[in-house]
């Protein structure tokens, strides 16, 4: 079992959806939960970064995360077909070791 | 100004060849890294840096070797280079402890023929 699961998609959705993206952990020592958002040929974007469990609102979008079932959720409200990207998840114990990523979901919102 | 930028943008070269990929940050971040993504765009990590110490992913060949002339800079040399080792390699960094701001590079793409 890989240590970050993420369902690669495509998911596609009307503009204006709201959309869901989730993954899920295995490793109990991750503390650390991010999104980012990676455009085809870019480099990944920072979305959003959650400390332990709990929620977090930025603008359209709202990361949760929940360590007792572990399973981290990114929700995308009023989506517009700029956010067409992949969209990764990623977890890390903290110090140094790195972030551990899923595979990304591949999203696409049809104008 | 760019963040975290990595030179060259595209990289074409021969099996065999050594050649270098170079990172810089402007962001005051301690910790740098480097990650590769593969063919099917899954990011892993291969090393991470700081002042203290350089952790290695055991799955990186010993060909990979990185090099820090210091705290902004995270270069990352590869020797007798082979056709697996075509990628996009990014550069990272973080502060390290909160992990805040972990910041990409926009990617070196490396072609092995």
């Known amino acids: 079992q890989k240590e970050v699961e993420q369902d690669p998609g495509p998911l596609s959705v009307p503009e204006g959806a709201i959309v869901s993206l989730n993954c899920t952990y295995s490793n109990s020592a991750f503390q650390y939960f991010m999104w980012y958002r990676q455009y085809s040929r870019k480099g990944p974007e920072l979305l959003m970064y959650?400390?332990?469990?709990g929620n977090k609102e930025d603008g359209r979008f709202t990361a949760q995360v929940d360590k007792s079932s572990k399973y981290i959720s990114l929700f995308i409200r009023d989506s517009q077909p700029s956010d067409s990207a992949t969209y990764l998840c990623?977890?890390?114990?903290?110090?140094?070791?790195?972030?551990?990523f899923g595979k990304g979901t591949h999203l696409i919102i049809q104008p | 100004d760019t963040a975290v930028s990595q030179t060259p943008k595209y990289l074409v070269t021969q099996m065999g060849n050594d050649k270098s990929i170079k990172c810089e940050q402007n962001l005051g971040h301690d910790t740098m890294y480097w990650y590769k993504q593969d063919s099917k765009k899954f990011l892993k990590i291969m090393f991470s840096?700081?002042?203290?110490?350089?952790?290695i992913n055991e799955t990186v060949p010993n060909r990979f070797s990185p090099k820090s002339p210091d705290k902004a800079h995270l270069n990352l040399h590869i020797n007798s280079l082979e056709l697996g080792d075509s990628a996009v390699y990014f550069c990272a960094s973080s502060q390290e402890g909160s992990l805040r701001g972990y910041t990409f590079g926009s990617g070196t793409r490396l072609t092995v023929v």
């Open positions: 840096y700081n002042n203290k110490e350089l952790i």
């Open positions: 959650t400390y332990s469990s």
């Open positions: 990623a977890s890390a114990r903290g110090g140094a070791d790195g972030l551990t």
